[in-house]
């Protein structure tokens, strides 16, 4: 039960292979002496014509010095392409919101929600989007709604594929349903401290999100991931041909394993992986 009432909080935060080599992760909860951490993932890529891409996985709402972080990398790239549903960045807040637009109300109020119970920043307040070498890399808000309309896709449909993505990989680990999930959460919103409490316990279940977005992604993929990363890879393209050799792509974590698997198939090799700190999470004393 803890894992199907996190499902919208872990869609929201991350809102993902080729055969010859293992899959990547993108996204992890490591336990450390002192301190556990949330830690998202840099993956690099090299095509046979020399030009690297970096895969740079996102969680929405985070320390500040992760965004910081970021931001100073970020620097460095010919180009970084960014995901937004809607117009970029920069024409953002230009014209009356769109009517479609809530479509995608929930992932914003859910990632508000979050960020203010965990003590957290936002990633759409602590990344330069302002930069130079930011490119927008995204569905408009039409060609989302209507290839949304097309697949019949909803938050509903997505959430009870989640559910059952998740039922199946608890099955394969041979775990079942969590019945105390109510009593942990309780817990946790009465501890002394419920912020860092609740962000371990999300955390914790951040280990078996790619394996949940797999599930969801079955069959013809879904808007949220696969159409936006098609459209995203086009982009891309485009930055490539126009002579750029060092990029990165900056999309939430959950997306990235099917990223990868494009990546692969249009003839890149994974090269690194780093791993960067998202959540500190100190043990209590």
Do not use: C
């Not at 951490?37 to 690297?52: F, G, I």
């Not at 371990?200 to 977005?213: C, G, T």
């Amino acid at each position: 039960m803890k894992r199907l009432l996190l499902l919208p909080a872990l869609l929201a935060l991350v809102a993902h292979s080729a055969a010859e080599e293992p899959k990547s992760k993108f996204i992890r909860f490591a336990e450390e002496e002192a301190s556990d951490s949330l830690q998202t993932a840099v993956v690099t890529y090299e095509s046979p014509q020399k030009v690297q891409v970096d895969l740079v996985g996102a969680v929405h709402i985070a320390d500040k010095a992760y965004f910081d972080g970021l931001n100073t990398r970020f620097k460095a790239y010919d180009a970084v392409l960014y995901e937004l549903v809607g117009p970029p960045m920069k024409e953002r807040g230009k014209e009356p919101p769109a009517k479609d637009g809530q479509n995608l109300a929930w992932v914003g109020q859910m990632q508000a929600m979050m960020k203010d119970a965990l003590k957290l920043h936002g990633q759409l307040e602590g990344i330069d989007y302002q930069a130079k070498n930011f490119v927008h890399a995204d569905m408009n808000m039409k060609q989302f709604t209507k290839i949304q309309e097309t697949k019949r896709e909803s938050f509903l449909t997505l959430y009870l594929k989640a559910v059952q993505a998740q039922k199946s990989a608890n099955a394969k680990k041979g775990l079942d349903s969590d019945t105390a999930g109510l009593v942990m959460l309780l817990k946790v919103f009465t501890a002394k401290d419920s912020s860092t409490g609740l962000k371990r316990m999300i955390a914790q279940e951040f280990d078996s999100v790619e394996d949940i977005m797999a599930g969801v992604e079955s069959g013809d993929g879904t808007v949220l991931v696969g159409e936006r990363n098609r459209v995203a890879l086009e982009v891309m393209d485009q930055q490539i041909a126009a002579g750029k050799r060092r990029l990165a792509i900056f999309y939430g974590a959950a997306h990235l394993a099917d990223m990868e698997e494009r990546l692969l198939k249009k003839g890149f090799k994974r090269t690194q992986t780093e791993w960067l700190k998202a959540w500190n999470l100190p043990h209590e004393e």
